[in-house]
C-alpha cells in the first residue's frame, strides 16, 4: 500500500475520535458502577479511585495550560503581524460584533426556555427554607463601575498577566504588539516574529504530544465525575437539568445553521470534524484548556487560514462564551421563579447586561462562572443561597457549556474566515 493511500484506507478504530468515544463511554459506565448509585464499594474508597484515574488527566490539563497563555500571545502577535492595518482590524471588529450578537441571542434564548419550561416552579418550598448559602465569595461586577470594567481589560505587566493566567489581558497585550510590529521595519520586528513563530511551533508540538493519550484522559475525567457527583444530583433539579441541556442543543443548531447559511458548507462535515474538539471539552470542562487542540483543528480541518484562526479562537476562547451567557440567565430565572421573586423590566434587562458582562469576562476553567453567578443574583437582591440549588450539577453541565463554547469558537473562525476572504478579494 502506498503512502497516499494509507488515510483513506485507515479503518475508523484507529481514528482518535472514535477512541475517545469509546474512552467516554467506558469512564461513564465506571464512574456509574463506582458511584453511589450502585454502592458496589465503600464511598472513600470510590472516591481515592476516582481521584487516581484522574490523574492521567489532571497532568494532561496542567501541561496543557502550562503552553495555552504563550500559545495564545505567539498567535495573536502572528495573525496580526502576518496580515495588515486594515484585515487585522476588520476581523477583530467583525469577531468582536459576531460575539456579542450570538451571546445575545444566547441570552436571549434563556429568557425564552425558562419562560417556557419554568423550571423552578416545581422545587419543594420546604427544601428550599432548608438552603443555606453555599461557601464561595461573592463577586460585585459593579464595583469599579464600567470604567472600572473597561481599563481592566487592559494590560499594565504583561509578566504579570502571563503569571495569574489573565488571558483577556494578555490577548490586549498581544494584539497591541501585533499592531506595533506592523508599524516598525523588518529588520527591526523580524528577530521577535521569529520568537514568536518557535513558540507557536514548541506548543503546537506538545500538543500533538499529548492528544496521542487524550482517550485515557476522556477515561479518567470522566469516570471522576461520575464517582464525585452521582447520577443522584440530576434527579433533585431534573427540569432545571433538562431546561439547560435543551438550550446548549438549541445554541448548537444555531451554529450549524450559521455555518449552512453563512459560510455556506455542510453542518454535518463541520460537526464531524469538530468532535475531536468536543470530546476533549467534554472532557476537561475548559475551553481555555482545548484551545491548542481548537487552533490546531480549525486551521487543519476547517480550513481556515492562520491570519484569521490565530486572532479568532484566542479572542473567542476569551470572550466567546455563548453557553455561559445563556446558563447564567437560566440560573438567574430558575432561582427566581423557585423563591417565587417576580422580576421587574428593569431587573430582566439587568440580567441581560450581567449575564453578557459575566459571560465576557469568566475564565474558560471549570466553573469558574459561579462567584460571578454569586455577583448576579446579588446585585438583583435574589438569594445567593438558592445556587446551592445548582451546585450539584454545575459541574456536569459544566461539560456541555465547554462543548458549545468550543464550537462557537470555530464557528465564528469558519464563517469570518469565508466572509473576510470574500471581501478582501472584492
Given at each position: ?21 469509546i ?10 458502577l463506582l ?12 472516591r ?71 423550571p ?5 418550598p ?15 461586577l ?6 472600572g ?125 469538530c ?59 430558575f432561582?427566581?421563579?423557585?423563591f ?7 431587573q ?45 450539577v ?33
Open positions: 500500500m502506498s503512502e497516499t493511500e494509507k488515510p483513506t484506507n485507515t479503518h475508523f478504530r484507529q481514528q482518535l475520535w472514535f477512541k475517545v468515544l474512552a467516554l463511554f467506558l469512564g461513564f459506565s465506571v464512574g456509574s458511584s453511589e448509585n450502585f454502592g458496589l464499594v465503600n464511598v472513600n474508597t470510590a481515592t479511585l476516582g481521584q487516581w484515574l484522574a490523574l492521567p488527566g489532571t497532568i494532561f490539563m496542567m501541561l496543557l495550560k502550562f503552553i495555552v497563555l504563550p500559545l495564545v500571545l505567539s498567535s495573536v502577535i502572528l495573525g496580526i503581524a502576518s496580515s495588515n492595518d486594515v484585515k487585522a482590524l476588520k476581523t477583530l471588529g467583525f469577531g468582536v460584533s459576531y460575539i456579542l450578537c450570538t451571546s445575545a441571542l444566547a441570552i436571549a434564548l434563556a429568557f425564552v426556555l425558562a419562560g417556557w419550561i419554568q423552578g416552579l416545581v422545587m419543594n420546604e427544601y428550599l427554607g432548608q438552603l443555606s448559602p453555599p461557601e464561595m465569595q461573592r463577586l460585585d459593579t464595583e469599579n463601575g464600567l470604567i470594567m473597561i481599563t481592566g481589560i487592559f494590560p499594565t505587566n504583561i509578566f504579570s498577566h502571563l503569571s495569574q493566567n489573565q488571558m483577556l489581558q494578555v490577548v490586549v497585550a498581544a494584539i497591541i504588539i501585533g499592531f506595533g510590529l506592523l508599524h516598525m521595519d523588518n529588520k527591526s520586528a523580524q528577530p521577535l516574529l521569529a520568537l514568536m513563530e518557535s513558540v507557536q511551533s514548541l506548543c503546537m508540538t506538545i500538543v500533538l504530544w499529548l492528544m496521542k493519550y487524550t482517550p485515557i484522559v476522556v477515561f479518567g475525567l470522566i469516570a471522576n465525575v461520575i464517582i464525585t457527583k452521582g447520577l443522584g444530583a440530576i434527579s433533585a433539579v431534573s427540569l432545571f437539568f433538562i431546561n439547560v441541556l435543551i438550550g446548549l442543543l438549541c445554541i448548537i443548531l444555531v451554529y450549524l445553521f450559521i455555518i449552512a447559511v453563512f459560510a455556506k458548507k455542510s453542518p454535518w462535515e463541520f460537526l464531524r470534524n468532535r475531536e474538539v468536543m470530546a476533549l471539552a467534554l472532557a476537561t470542562s475548559s475551553s481555555s484548556a482545548t484551545m491548542p487542540v481548537t487552533l490546531r483543528v480549525t486551521e487543519s480541518l476547517h480550513g481556515v487560514k492562520p491570519q484569521i484562526s490565530r486572532l479568532i479562537i484566542p479572542l473567542g476562547t476569551t470572550i466567546n462564551m455563548d453557553a455561559t451567557a445563556m446558563y447564567q440567565a437560566t440560573v438567574v430565572l432561582i427566581a421563579q423557585a417565587g421573586i417576580d422580576l421587574t423590566t428593569a430582566m434587562v439587568t440580567i441581560v447586561l450581567l449575564s453578557l458582562v459575566a459571560s465576557i469576562g469568566a475564565p474558560g476553567i471549570p466553573s469558574a462562572s459561579l462567584p460571578i453567578l454569586a455577583g448576579t443574583l446579588a446585585s438583583q437582591g435574589l438569594p445567593v443561597e438558592g445556587m446551592a440549588l445548582i451546585l450539584g454545575d459541574r456536569l453541565l459544566d461539560m456541555g457549556r465547554s462543548v458549545v463554547n468550543v464550537t462557537g469558537d470555530m464557528t465564528a473562525a469558519t464563517v469570518l474566515n469565508r466572509y473576510i476572504n470574500n471581501k478582501s478579494n472584492d
